[in-house]
Each structure stands twice: as structure tokens, then as C-alpha cells.
């Protein structure tokens, strides 16, 4: 059997542009079960990445089992990766689950029954909402709940407490995909589909690790490359990563100059004539000023300001130029990096100036980090208006208050949103002082955690942290919930291409951890949330109520659920929205038409200036005339903050893992994933090591002017003058800490700053130094595949070939990259 924490992405089942992705189901029961043990399998999806590949659950004797993919899905045609097949359920069932909610008593955390824990939480919310207002509350969740729970949470903080202080971790990973689709097309909502991988002749990568964030994506493309007609990769990856390996063009930018790059990429577009005039005539507005803009970035300016070759940026905008369809995906190494959504934007721009999307093969695809990254953000517990819904649009605010049957008044609408570091901040100076944080681990996720650890133990808040283990965040509260997870609950969630998948109850969870939906409904009802009838504000009894409240919600919207009912969601495949009357099985691919979502009355944002972020504003964007028409938003480039220096003199960026998701919480719980990756490193050049006295497994000191790491090191293919560190490890399960001086969290180097327009804490980019701790007593814990492996691992191999109908092969890859670089110049 093939070993999938070694060959992460499985046996290749090649298939040429255009044909049916072939199915192949992948397996893993509890050892020494067969499938005739299995008592019942349970339709759900896996939530340990934003893929979002369909599953069963394996059941026996009441507990979950095992996993198979779902060969029906369109999203995974029976493939798992390596997290979803031994991190699923092996990261629900460990033995230091929670199983009874906790209150601090004199300062430590004691078990107690839900009675007292929730009373607790009402007196003082109570308590605060009478003498200080909603202002006083604050909400941090997740991109791990599910769409029914986060529209409760988002219907309790606007139209029960009336707070905009509402925020999820996915502020860390997919505010940007979010914020540079409403810039562009006028509303959230991927344009692109995952079946564009099947009909694309390339496929762009823009700080997009997809080999290791999302395995079975990958493993979609690897096929594609694997079979007649591949389509070309261009990488932008500051890494070796395995994407780079089978590129056709790696651009390695040095990291914060991704805007740059985007420039002058779109600059060769224009100078080679390849912009689709009568459609963008048609279907755009902005692109005199795209083109002024860009002017000045030739690829030699490029070059100098990205460390890059100036022919590849060539190679890369003849590719873009000269294909008919190209799909492009987006991730963190352009989110969490300087000028996220403006960098973001200028993907979008490429396919807007040749016409390439909402059709088959062109597409785009602004990743998320999370599986339920997406319905956070249509829900509203972002602390956006549900359902895309505009929040300087006061009709938009009418809507919602006629639906949930509240004033106006009550939903905060006189403000943007607060986005989740102004929420800490209000916290830190003492305004916020009731924060309920669900689903997530800022003490471990949060950038200069040194500050954050401070914040979360100050006096003055009140802290709820509802999660399934005692995370390093829950050790801060005042109160613990222990909540049901995958597996043990009902609820849909929406993946990347807006996909919608139903996970059913499987198992009970442990001891009386309850839903999230339930606790908060709890928590509604306890407060006495009322309509202005008198009748309870959440007259919801599960997770179906909540779903069909939801579909109303979204009625008329972009992300139209109306057509997509539990019952379609049971046997068959996921299915994307918008689905309603219009559109019965759902739409593949968004703007097939050309028709985008900027009509001033429709859209979801009025959009921001690039540079500053600062509001459009409803005059400026009515001004525009889009009226369906996309945006060309454009930006100059402007350096990092924070530069390298003599003091500081390396660039520091973080990142992940195949085998881990998030702070761990999961799959540090899996022995197989775990095993594979089971402490912190930082990864740096072979030069870069040589030059500092450095070898494999030596242990150094990175330190910013934040603070430190102490860790081995893994002399990896990263570009000079860069350090790597993945961001997954904290202290719950370390034996050294951080008061002892040997902190292993890469977010205690990273910086308190953010992106002006999506708000993304930039964690891709701070300068540090180096020094060695400790001689090496062997090789660093850092895994030996993927990115991550060693620069001296000998020759690497790739299946290439299969352009234009020839066969592919396999051969040497560096021999093979100088080949394809002579024959694209
Ligand atoms: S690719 Fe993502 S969603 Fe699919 S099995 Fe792996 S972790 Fe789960």
C-alpha cells in the first residue's frame, strides 16, 4: 500500500485538457479494521483545509473510525490527502478532549456543569451591555464552524448585542481574496472553478504553496501535468517549493515586492498587445489608468526591485499573453504580504485584460486558507453584512433588519466592521472587555504573540474561549466551553469554488461538549434576545432551522442558496451557489456573462483606495458608472516597513506544512502527521549557512525587534537572505517554553501591521538575525519532502512533457527547467 504521508499527493491517474478528472478513492480505517467491520458510513466533507473534499466517515460501536473519499463530488472525485485521511478523525478522538465546560477560580480553570459556566458568561454580558454598551462586547471566531453557526453569532452581534466588534481568524488567511474580489468585480464570490484545472494551458501560482496547502488540488494539477497537453506552471514563491519544481517559470520575488512583480507582468501584456480591447471596452472600466500606471515597470525595473530574472518575468507574460485559457490561484504569500489586496487586485487585472473568465479554463481562483473561510464571510461573522450585503448601503440595512425583525438602528452599520487586530487593540486599551473567542488560537496564530499573550490576561476582559482542546488561548479564560466538533454535529460549509457540502452527525461527542450552534442559541435565549414582537430573536431548535433562515437571507443575493436544500446536499455531490430558480444546479463559474456585481445598489462594497485604504464612498463609486462593469483598481508599489538592516539583516517569512493545519489542535493529535513534523524549525539557504557557520540540526537564535526563536535549523532551497519558518507550533505540547528563553512560535517574531484595505496582518515579511545556540546532535525535525526538504537531496525528478500532444516522461528537473527556459526565450 502507498505510504501517503511520504507520497503526499498519490499515485498519478493522468488525464488530458478536457476530459473527466479520472475518480480514484482513497482509504484509511483504524488499523486491523476492514471495511466489513464498518457499521455505517456518514456523508461529510474534510475540514482541514479550504478544499473541501467530500468524505464518509467510518462508524463502528458508535465511534468514528476511518474516512473514504466520496467518488461522486465534483471537488475531490474520491481523493484525500494525507491531513484528511490520518488527521480527521485521530484529531477528534484524543484522550484530552473537553468534556466539561471550566471557570476560573481563584486563578486557575476548574471543572463545573453548563449551568454555572453559561450563567456566568450572561451575568456579565448583562452586567457590561447595561453600564457600558455594546461597545464593550467583542467576537473572534473561526474558519473551522459551520455556515449554520456562524449566521447565528452573526444575527446575536448585530441584531441582539448591536456590536461591529466582530471579527474570525480568517482576518489571518482570507480577507484578501475577499477584499480584491469586491474591489474588482464588486462583490466576494470565486469567479473560477476547480474544473478549470481540466481545460486550463496554464496555471499561474501567486504565493500559493498548493502542493502542501492543498494536496488534493495539487494532486488535480499533477495530473494535468502527468497527461498529454499539460498545461504550463509559472510559480511566484520566494521557496523551492514543489510547485517551483515542475514550473516553467519560477519567480522567486523577494518577499514584499509581489505588487511589483504584478506591475510589470501586467506592463508586458500591454506591450505585447495581448489585451482583448473589445471586451475590456465592453466589460471594464480603469484601464487608461491601469495602463499609466504600470508603464514605468519594465522587467529589467522588476529584476532590480524583486531580485527576479528579467527574462523570466518575460517568459511568464508570454505565457499569460499567448494562452487561450489560464487559471490563476491566489494565497497567503500574497495575502499576508505588503500590499495584499492591491498585489491581489493585479491578478484580477491580468484576466480582465484578456477577457479570461467565467468560461471554461479561464478562471480565478482567490484561495482561502480555512474549510469554512467562506461562509465567515457570507455570513456576516465577520463582522461584514450577511449575504454580501453593503454596509453603507442603507437600504442593504433595512433588508436585514425587516428579516431578523429588529430597528434599523440596532445593526451597526455607522462604521466599518472592526477587523480582528483593532479588536485586540480595544481590548489592550480596555474598551473591549467582554471578548468570546470560538474555534481559534490567537495566542498561538496572532502576530508578536509576546503582545498578545499580554492582551489575552489582562484583568479587565472577560474571556470565553469555546474550542475542543484546552488550546493555549482557552489556558486565558475566565470561562471554557468545551464544544462538539466534526463528526459530532450537523452543518453545511462552502469550500473555494463555492462549493456546498453537508457533514452529518456521526458520533455523540465526548462528555457534554455541545455544538457551537447550540451553545450560542443557548446564549441568545439566556439573554433574552427578543424581535421588536416579543418573540425570541433565534426561534431555531438545530442546525436546519438555522440553515433555512439562512437560505432566506441570502435570497436575491450573489451567493444565492435558495435552490440548495439539505436534502440535495444528501447522496449526490456538492453543489455551488448561486443556486435558485436561475440557476437549479448551481453556477460553475461566476461573470460568464460579462455582467459583474457593481451596480452601486447591488454591490458589496464601494470599494477603497488601493494605497491608503481609505472608502470610496457611495458618491465617488455611483460617480464611476460601473453598472456591471469590473474595476481596474491599480496601485504604484511602495518598499516594506520593515527592511532588512544591519541589525537585522535577513528577510523572515512564514508559512506551512503538508502535514499540519493551523496551530495544530488537530493534527498535532495524529500520530502519522505528527510523526512526520513534530517540532518547530527555520529554513535557510545553503549560502546563507555557510556564510554564518551554520550546518543541518545546528540550533540558532532568530531574533526581531520583536522577540525570539531558538530552533534547529533545516538548510533548505530558499532564496538567499531569506529565513522560513512554519507558523503551526506553539506550546501546548512543548516541553520548553517560552519563559525559559526557547520559544518555538514563529509568530513571536512577526509584526503588529496590516494591509489597508482587507486589514491581513503581514506575516511574510520581517527583518531578523541569526546566531547559533547549539551545535546539532542530528538533523532538524523538519520533514524531508515537500518544501521543506534538504538543498543536498540529490537530483530531483519531474513527469514532464505532453505539450501539443507529445508523450510525457520523466527526467532530470534542472535540466529540464534550462531546456524550457531556452525554448520559451
Ligand atoms: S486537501 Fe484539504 S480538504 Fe482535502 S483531504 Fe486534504 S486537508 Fe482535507
Not at 311 to 320: G, L, N, Y
Not at 462 to 471: G, I, M, N, S
Not at 537 to 549: F, I, K, M, T, V
Not at 639 to 659: C, D, I, K, L, W
Request: aromatic content about 8%; overall charge negative; some cysteine.
Amino acid at each position: 500500500m502507498v505510504d501517503r504521508i511520504a507520497d503526499i499527493w498519490g499515485e498519478r491517474t493522468p488525464f488530458a485538457r478536457g476530459e473527466h478528472w479520472p475518480v480514484r478513492v482513497d482509504q484509511k480505517l483504524a488499523d486491523g479494521l476492514v471495511e466489513a467491520d464498518i457499521d455505517r458510513w456518514v456523508q461529510s466533507a474534510c475540514v482541514l483545509c479550504s478544499n473541501g473534499c467530500a468524505c464518509d466517515i467510518a462508524v463502528k460501536d458508535d465511534q468514528m473510525v476511518g474516512i473514504r473519499g466520496r467518488a461522486i463530488d465534483r471537488v475531490n472525485h474520491g481523493r484525500l490527502g494525507p491531513k484528511g485521511l490520518f488527521g480527521s478523525v485521530q484529531g477528534m478522538r484524543s484522550r484530552d478532549r473537553l468534556t466539561r465546560p471550566m471557570v476560573r477560580v481563584d486563578g486557575h480553570l476548574v471543572e463545573t456543569d453548563w449551568d454555572t459556566a453559561m450563567s456566568r458568561i450572561v451575568e456579565r454580558s448583562k452586567q457590561l451591555l447595561a453600564q457600558k454598551g455594546p461597545l464593550s462586547h467583542g467576537f473572534y471566531t473561526s474558519g473551522q464552524l459551520f455556515l449554520e453557526e456562524y449566521y447565528a453569532l452573526a444575527v446575536i452581534g448585530k441584531a441582539g448585542i448591536g456590536t461591529p466588534h466582530m471579527d474570525g481568524n480568517t482576518r489571518l488567511c482570507t480577507a484578501t481574496a475577499a477584499a480584491a474580489m469586491k474591489e474588482s468585480f464588486g462583490a466576494d464570490g470565486q469567479p473560477g472553478s476547480y474544473l478549470d484545472i481540466d481545460n486550463c494551458d496554464a496555471v499561474f501560482l501567486y504565493g500559493h504553496n498548493m502542493a502542501e496547502t492543498q494536496t488534493v488540488l495539487w494532486a488535480r494539477i499533477l495530473d494535468r501535468i502527468a497527461g498529454p497537453d499539460r498545461p504550463f506552471i509559472v510559480c511566484v514563491d520566494p521557496r523551492d517549493t514543489e510547485v517551483a519544481r515542475v514550473a516553467d517559470v519560477h519567480l522567486a520575488v523577494r518577499p514584499g515586492t509581489n505588487q511589483a512583480l504584478m506591475n510589470g507582468l501586467l506592463r508586458e501584456l500591454f506591450a505585447n498587445g495581448w489585451v482583448e480591447e473589445s471586451w475590456v471596452h465592453e466589460h471594464t472600466i480603469g484601464v487608461d489608468e491601469l495602463r499609466a500606471v504600470v508603464d514605468p515597470w519594465t522587467p529589467e525595473k522588476v529584476a532590480e526591485t524583486c531580485g527576479v530574472d528579467a527574462d523570466d518575468v518575460r517568459r511568464a507574460a508570454r505565457i499569460f499573453g499567448e494562452s487561450e485559457r489560464v487559471l490563476s490561484t491566489v494565497l497567503q504569500g500574497f495575502y499576508q504580504s505588503d500590499q495584499a489586496t492591491a498585489a491581489s487586485c493585479q491578478v484580477n487585472n491580468m484576466h480582465l485584460l484578456r477577457g479570461m473568465i467565467g468560461r471554461p479554463g479561464a478562471g480565478i481562483l482567490q484561495m482561502n486558507g480555512q474549510p469554512t473561510a467562506q461562509n465567515n464571510r457570507e455570513c456576516g461573522a465577520d463582522g461584514d453584512l450577511p449575504a454580501f450585503r453593503n454596509w453603507e448601503n442603507p437600504a442593504h440595512v433595512s433588508e436585514l433588519a425587516q428579516l431578523w425583525g429588529v430597528d434599523s438602528g440596532v445593526i451597526p452599520s455607522w462604521a466599518p466592521p472592526t477587523h480582528a487586530m483593532q479588536i485586540f487593540r480595544y481590548v489592550e486599551q480596555g474598551s473591549i472587555q467582554f471578548l468570546w473567542v470560538s474555534a481559534t488560537n490567537p495566542a498561538v496564530s496572532m502576530p508578536q504573540l509576546e503582545r498578545i499573550r499580554s492582551i489575552l490576561d489582562q484583568d479587565s476582559v472577560f474571556l470565553v474561549v469555546q474550542d475542543l482542546y484546552l488550546t493555549e488561548t482557552a489556558q486565558y479564560a475566565d470561562v471554557v466551553l468545551p464544544a462538539a466538533g466534526w463528526g459530532e454535529k450537523t452543518g453545511t460549509f462552502t469550500n473555494v469554488n463555492r462549493t456546498v457540502h453537508l457533514s452529518d452527525k456521526a458520533v455523540d461527542p465526548p462528555g457534554d461538549a455541545r455544538s457551537d450552534l447550540d451553545i450560542f442559541l443557548d446564549y441568545a435565549a439566556r439573554m433574552g434576545f427578543t424581535k421588536n414582537d416579543g418573540s425570541p430573536l433565534l426561534d431555531w431548535e438545530g442546525p436546519e432551522d438555522a440553515y433555512r433562515a439562512w437560505q432566506e437571507c441570502s435570497r436575491g443575493r450573489p451567493c444565492d442558496y435558495t435552490g440548495i436544500s439539505y436534502e440535495r446536499l444528501r447522496g449526490g455531490s456538492g453543489i455551488p451557489w448561486p443556486c435558485n430558480d436561475e440557476h437549479p444546479e448551481g453556477l460553475t463559474r461566476l461573470y460568464g456573462d460579462g455582467v459583474f456585481a457593481t451596480e452601486p445598489d447591488y454591490c458589496e462594497s464601494f470599494g477603497h483606495d488601493l494605497l491608503t485604504g481609505a472608502t470610496v464612498g457611495e458618491q465617488a463609486f455611483r460617480a464611476l458608472e460601473a453598472h456591471g462593469r469590473a474595476i481596474f483598481k491599480v496601485s504604484e508599489y511602495v518598499p516594506p516597513h520593515e527592511e532588512p538592516s544591519a541589525e537585522y539583516p535577513y528577510r523572515y517569512t512564514t508559512g506551512r506544512t503538508a502535514y499540519h493545519f493551523h496551530t495544530r489542535t488537530k493534527t498535532a493529535r495524529s500520530r502519522q502527521l505528527n510523526q512526520a513534523a513534530p517540532k518547530a524549525w527555520v529554513e535557510i539557504s545553503p549560502t546563507d549557512a555557510a556564510a554564518l557557520g551554520l550546518g543541518e540540526g545546528d540550533v540558532v537564535r532568530v531574533t526581531s525587534a520583536r522577540g525570539e526563536l531558538v530552533v534547529p535549523v533545516r538548510v533548505g532551497d530558499i532564496r538567499e537572505g531569506s529565513v522560513f519558518a512554519p507558523f503551526h507550533y506553539g506550546y501546548f505540547d512543548a516541553a520548553a517554553s517560552v519563559s525559559s528563553g526557547h520559544a518555538s512560535a514563529a509568530n513571536e517574531l512577526t509584526v503588529t501591521e496590516w494591509d489597508p484595505v482587507s486589514k491581513q496582518p503581514l506575516f511574510k515579511n520581517a527583518a531578523v538575525k541569526l546566531e547559533k545556540v547549539a551545535d546539532a546532535d542530528g538533523p532538524s525535525d523538519a520533514p524531508t519532502t515537500t518544501a521543506s526538504r534538504p538543498a543536498a537531496q540529490g537530483t530531483v525528478r519531474a513527469t514532464v512533457g505532453g505539450h501539443d500532444g507529445e508523450a510525457s516522461s520523466t527526467v532530470d528537473l534542472e535540466a529540464w527547467t534550462a531546456d524550457r527556459a531556452e525554448a520559451l526565450s
